[in-house]
């Protein structure tokens, strides 16, 4: 029972005893009906319980209402002996008891000391549910708020505490609140407003969601065969691990469509979303076809709906706002969420809604935050200061900076350094200049590490360098060759520019990096000078000789999770920079760069389909399958390893239908031609004038 529940119980036993008391005193004089507060018997399951003085006054005014010229109430021994006057109320057609009372001054109040007694109680009920509901909060991993004059005490607690960094935010999760917020609620679409209609104009009760809000013209969402279930969690772990798993009628859906996709015909998969509305893989390759027609909102949507299927099917101990559910990404029935939730996120920055594309970057990051899959530490930093969350980015710094290296990559160096600016900006009193010492460190150690992004973001925004930064040769892009650390590196920082120049693009944030690359420019000549002569490093001096030993040799070898996001993110300029030795084109739209030499449940499915199919193929069509080129060397192949047989059994059907398919027309006519029994006639060419 909540504390606001056992207060109002405590009133009310107290405003009955005064009743009794006036009751016992005065004689009766006419009957009214006294107005008392409702008991919520689900009070204890709701909300937040509100400062004691506010409850304790706002109930005593609503609890009871005396009035002069009334009747006393019975007191609950005569209520008791008497059952039948108590049903009376009920048959007169009021809701509440009917009381008899007598006629009582305004001013009486309750004794002091009962008050004194009731708030005793209550501060000790208070305080055992508080502590019930802290051990309940840290058993379900989920922060909870137990009042509500302590949970936006300071804001900067908050963002900077121990709160774990990958902690969601639900209430930023929503892009139309955040819209609302910012441009007020006209700018609102009108497909978000209303209840939801069937195609009868009937109301549907929608499931209520969080990471999508579903619309008008959405269709009803029925059983998809898609659930979550959980999965084993390793030993000595605290986190939730879960999986999606197809039901048989969604693997047949799912095997259609990788036919239709083999067939490359739109038209299929558009047939198969048609029937299957909220078929995630359908969905996903549709939106890649609008978005190169450049019909970028409607490919938005489909996005949307995907993440709306993925929702309904969650587990129900999956909480988004936790940061201890995993999923793992080697499952193929995961991988569909994954790249859902990376295509909202830039969706989301499109639209300008960069604090949900935050969230929703904590909560892609949570699900597997020690492989991140699809490297969300490329731009997680960048999208928390476009949300103005600085302090969580140096709270990042703080937690993961050591263990994770996060120095060493170009984003997080800049961002930290950029943070720190604007946290001291925004900390300043009015009329202070702000203290950028801390700021100005930081950033001439990213400089000095990775001198390649001074020119990168100043072409990138359009501007000039100082002859003296510019034309220096620690700045100068080189030329890098592909695959060597130099170009990996090259690749970071230019797609770390390509997201994030806006924010360096102001002419007094232009004006503080090339201050600051000044300042590098004369300690690295320095340095170089000591180094030379042989004279005593300083500490100066040992960073520059291990940024410089780094730069050539830490960054051999791109991650597969890092490839992937640039293929996703379709930034030309550095995906050109990938090693020439990566293929880039592996997988598909729906499964980019999937995990290598991983089997999917499908693949038994299709082979058990292919060989189906081999089966009942005639000596005609084997005969056309050997003509292809290459064709027995992949036989030979697909001998050695059998997971090459899907690849090419459609790599031969593509090449197969081409060959095939003009050789049984031409059977088909010549049998026609000859057929004396009447079968199919193949009909005279037009003479031609």
């Not at 050591?402 to 720190?420: I, T, V």
């Not at 050997?626 to 059907?653: H, K, T, Y």
């Amino acid at each position: 029972m909540a504390g606001r529940a056992l207060r109002r119980a405590l009133q009310e036993k107290a405003a009955q005893d005064l009743v009794n008391q006036a009751a016992d005193s005065e004689s009766e004089d006419e009957d009214e009906i006294v107005t008392t507060k409702p008991h919520n018997p689900f009070a204890g399951l709701m909300g937040d319980s509100d400062d004691s003085e506010k409850s304790d006054s706002e109930d005593q005014d609503t609890s009871i209402e005396v009035k002069k010229g009334t009747k006393s109430v019975e007191n609950n021994s005569t209520k008791e002996s008497h059952p039948k006057e108590a049903k009376q109320p009920e048959q007169s057609g009021t809701s509440s008891s009917k009381k008899k009372k007598k006629k009582k001054k305004k001013n009486k109040s309750q004794p002091a000391d009962t008050h004194d007694k009731s708030s005793q109680n209550d501060t000790g009920g208070v305080d055992e549910i508080e502590k019930s509901l802290q051990e309940i909060g840290s058993m379900l991993g989920e922060p909870v708020a137990i009042r509500g004059d302590l949970q936006d005490d300071n804001d900067d607690q908050q963002k900077t505490g121990n709160r774990f960094v990958l902690t969601v935010e639900r209430r930023f999760l929503n892009a139309d609140a955040e819209l609302k917020r910012l441009f007020g609620s006209n700018i609102l679409r009108e497909d978000r407003r209303g209840a939801a209609r069937d195609r009868h104009g009937r109301g549907v009760v929608l499931r209520k969601t969080i990471l999508a809000v579903p619309k008008q013209d959405w269709p009803r969402l029925r059983a998809t065969g898609l659930q979550m279930v959980q999965a084993d969690t390793p030993e000595g772990s605290s986190d939730l691990v879960f999986k999606f798993v197809h039901a048989p009628d969604y693997q047949k859906i799912q095997l259609d469509f990788f036919r239709a996709v083999n067939s490359m015909d739109h038209a299929r998969i558009s047939a198969i979303l048609q029937a299957h509305p909220f078929h995630i893989d359908s969905l996903l390759q549709m939106s890649e076809v609008l978005k190169m027609n450049e019909e970028n909102q409607l490919a938005a949507d489909l996005v949307e709906r995907a993440i709306y299927s993925y929702e309904n099917a969650f587990h129900t101990l999956f909480n988004v706002s936790a940061g201890n559910c995993r999923l793992d990404y080697n499952i193929f029935e995961n991988r569909g969420f994954y790249l859902a939730m990376f295509r909202h996120i830039r969706s989301l920055g499109n639209r300008g809604c960069w604090r949900t594309a935050f969230e929703f970057c904590k909560l892609l990051l949570s699900l597997s935050p020690d492989d991140d899959p699809m490297s969300c530490m490329l731009i997680i930093d960048y999208l928390a200061l476009r949300a103005n969350e600085n302090a969580w980015v140096k709270q990042l710094g703080m937690e993961w900076g050591e263990a994770r290296q996060l120095h060493w990559l170009p984003n997080f160096a800049f961002s930290l350094a950029f943070a720190e600016r604007q946290y001291a900006i925004q900390s300043r009193v009015d009329g202070e200049r702000a203290d950028l010492t801390v700021a100005n460190s930081m950033l001439q150690k990213a400089i000095l590490r990775f001198p390649d992004m001074v020119n990168v973001i100043a072409n990138k925004c359009g501007a000039t360098l100082v002859p003296d930064v510019a034309n220096d040769e620690y700045f100068v892009l080189k030329s890098v060759t592909n695959g060597s650390s130099e170009c990996n590196l090259r690749m970071l920082c230019v797609l770390y520019v390509w997201m994030s120049y806006e924010l360096w693009k102001p002419p007094d944030v232009l004006d503080w990096l090339q201050m600051n690359a000044r300042e590098v420019r004369a300690q690295v000549a320095a340095s170089k000078s000591r180094i030379e002569t042989g004279q005593t490093l300083s500490d100066e001096d040992k960073d520059y000789k291990i940024a410089a030993d780094r730069r050539k040799g830490h960054y051999v070898g791109v991650p597969r999770n890092i490839v992937r996001h640039i293929v996703i993110s379709e930034c030309e300029d550095a995906r050109s920079l990938i090693s020439k030795k990566v293929n880039v084109t592996e997988g598909s739209a729906t499964d980019p760069m999937p995990p290598p030499n991983q089997k999917t449940t499908y693949d038994a499915l299709l082979e058990e389909q292919r060989a189906a199919q081999t089966h009942n193929i005639g000596t005609m069509e084997m005969l056309l399958r050997s003509m292809i080129p290459g064709f027995q060397e992949e036989v030979a192949a697909i001998a050695q390893d059998p997971r090459l047989a899907r690849r090419a059994a459609n790599r031969n059907d593509n090449r197969f239908v081409d060959l095939a398919g003009g050789i049984r027309e031409a059977l088909n006519y010549l049998a026609g031609e000859n057929d004396d029994d009447g079968g199919p006639q193949a009909e005279a060419p037009e003479d031609i004038d």
